[in-house]
């Protein structure tokens, strides 16, 4: 299943990239094409709960896989994160503060390059970021669709470009102890990357199943390593910062059961607790938006949580 949504992300964003996901709770507002000097221009969706008002200050949840978010109808695989649904849910249960979503469209090809952190990426011998960029999926397609990673951009391209259009354009809270980022598989990557490089932004982050292979595969693979070693080095002080992981058992999600507990291992040693830190397991989920959609509402007590 994760090959073909590779397949599909290019026509899916030309098919649907006029097309406004609709929500069964709150509303939403598209910045179309948004251009930038980082990267390639993409669709920023953006999500109001009900009654959204200006006479309030709103948290700011940063997602990437934009165009996943929010209704199913407008993805290539019939899935949605359900976003509208749970976090409406959630505040009209009074179980968290009131927040938006700035739903930041993936670049289809470009996916790969956007998210994958770079400067893990760049601490390894030449010879190896080589074999890296040489990597193939299964079925023979390749992994960076020979870009060059670019994730640092993509992370100036959030802080530098859209955080002040959302700062200006709407009523939020503009302090990291209300700016989280989220995301999956390689968007969980990207989300702890990005809140290790701007912990003055991000307070937290949420990291689904998140996919320390970095490619398709573990033997002979040096990139799990890395990350592990750049952790070390570069997570924010857990004090006002929190960061959720999780992963399932079933397809990719499979790789990960052996990787996470050395992540969860780096993070007692740097003082997180279960006050700012969060691992868990779902036996049986897979690695879809389906099963994240599942599970969205526990990261989200855990990092909007009014207490």
Not at 197 to 211: R, V, W
Not at 228 to 246: E, V
Not at 248 to 257: E, I, P
Request: hydrophobic share 35%.
């Amino acid at each position: 299943m994760y090959f073909k949504k590779i397949f599909f992300l290019f026509i899916a964003n030309s098919l649907f990239a006029q097309t406004l996901p609709k929500v069964s709770s709150g509303s939403l507002e598209r910045i179309e094409n948004l251009s930038s000097k980082y990267l390639t221009s993409r669709n920023i969706d953006i999500w109001l709960p009900e009654n959204y008002s200006d006479s309030k200050k709103y948290a700011v949840l940063y997602m990437h896989d934009g165009q996943m978010l929010y209704d199913a109808e407008t993805t290539w695989n019939k899935q949605a994160w359900e976003v509208d649904e749970v976090l409406g849910k959630l505040i009209t249960e009074s179980k968290i503060q009131d927040v938006i979503v700035v739903g930041i469209w993936n670049g289809g090809i470009t996916r790969h390059i956007d998210y994958f952190p770079q400067k893990p990426f760049e601490s390894l011998a030449k010879t190896q970021q080589d074999s890296i960029y040489n990597a193939n999926r299964s079925n023979g397609q390749s992994v960076f669709n020979n870009g060059k990673i670019n994730s640092d951009n993509y992370l100036k391209f959030i802080v530098q470009e859209v955080k002040p259009l959302i700062d200006k354009k709407y009523s939020v809270y503009t302090d990291n102890e209300h700016t989280f980022i989220a995301g999956s598989s390689m968007g969980g990557l990207i989300s702890l990357y990005a809140i290790c490089e701007y912990p003055k932004i991000f307070g937290g982050a949420a990291c689904l199943s998140t996919h320390w292979p970095g490619i398709f595969g573990l033997e002979n693979n040096p990139i799990p390593d890395v990350f592990f070693a750049y952790i070390k080095n570069h997570l924010p002080d857990p004090k006002g910062h929190k960061i959720y992981f999780d992963y399932g058992t079933a397809t990719l999600d499979a790789m990960y059961q052996t990787l996470q507990p050395k992540v969860d291992a780096i993070m007692k040693s740097k003082g997180y607790d279960n006050r700012n830190w969060l691992t868990k397991k779902f036996e049986g989920d897979d690695h879809s938006e389906k099963s994240w959609s599942k599970r969205f509402s526990i990261p989200m007590e855990f990092l909007l949580g009014k207490n």
